[in-house]
């Protein structure tokens, strides 16, 4: 995964460079089966992308595959000054 993309530069061309942060990793994917895990996942999933709390039905949490992943393993860089 990877974020925080801006481009920099000045005038010249060979002045221009690319901030970012990223994060890569290995891991197990596993399937989550129970409906209650699902909808809790769901609903964490909304709020860390959006801040707000959402009350997600089991009507909605069907219609849906959750995964989770077991990390094993990651590594994380960043460039986020030019």
Do not use: N
Not at 27 to 46: D, I, N, P
Not at 50 to 65: A, D, L, M, R, Y
């Amino acid at each position: 995964m990877d974020c925080g993309h801006q481009l920099v530069g000045e005038e010249k061309a060979c002045s221009y460079g690319f901030l970012f942060q990223s994060i890569t990793g290995w891991g197990v994917a596993e399937l989550v089966e129970t409906l209650e895990e699902k909808q809790h996942s769901l609903e964490r999933l909304m709020f860390q992308q959006t801040g707000k709390e959402f009350s997600i039905t089991p009507e909605e949490t069907k219609t849906v595959t959750v995964f989770r992943i077991r990390l094993c393993s990651f590594s994380a860089k960043a460039r986020k000054t030019f």
